[in-house]
């Protein structure tokens, strides 16, 4: 396996209320460090939310909520200075709801998002078998251990794939 263009990224989930861009709202979100550290937070929202979303994702959610603002600062304090490339899976939808909450010019991470799922493609992988119990099974992962639909268990489970892949990092359990 070849060795990734950079070692400065983050594990980006995150879960809205939509996915029509125009009508949803950041719900909440997790991030991981390649090393294991760890940022979750939920924003306060009020608004409509699809039955989707209140079905699969509202039940994770379990507060304190944050105003957008407070979001910013301690995704801020978070991530530093370094511009890291977040990676997420399907990277679409989170890096439209990451510039929703920060804008195109005064976000803290590098500006083009990294797709694992475009990772999965390019090595001949399907990448709708993502989370399969079999795909996890040959990356010797326990997908049980992560709650499905929680930004912060997606983002662990994500970071956990990753380096299972690029084994740069060693044990990730």
């Known amino acids: 396996m070849p060795n990734p263009f950079s070692d400065n ?57 944050l105003s957008r603002s407070e979001a910013r600062s301690k995704i801020r304090e978070f991530v530093g200075g370094s511009e890291p490339y977040l990676v997420s899976y399907v990277n679409q939808f989170d890096a439209i709801y990451w510039y929703k909450l920060f804008g195109m010019d005064d976000h803290p991470a590098y500006w083009i998002p990294i797709d694992f799922a475009s990772i999965l493609f390019g090595l001949g992988i399907d990448p709708t078998k993502y989370s399969s119990q079999k795909f996890l099974s040959e990356l010797g992962i326990d ?7 929680n930004a912060l268990e997606d983002a662990k489970l994500l970071r956990e794939i990753y380096l299972s892949f690029f084994g740069k990092y060693g044990d990730t359990s």
């Open 9 to 65: 990224i983050i594990f980006l989930d995150t879960e809205f209320s939509d996915l029509d861009p125009y009508k949803g709202e950041l719900l909440s979100m997790g991030m991981v460090k390649p090393g294991g550290e760890e940022l979750y937070l939920e924003i306060d929202y009020e608004g409509e939310v699809n039955d989707w979303v209140r079905r699969n994702v509202i039940p994770h959610l379990t507060g304190p909520k």
């Open 143 to 149: 997908g049980s251990k992560y709650k499905k639909h």
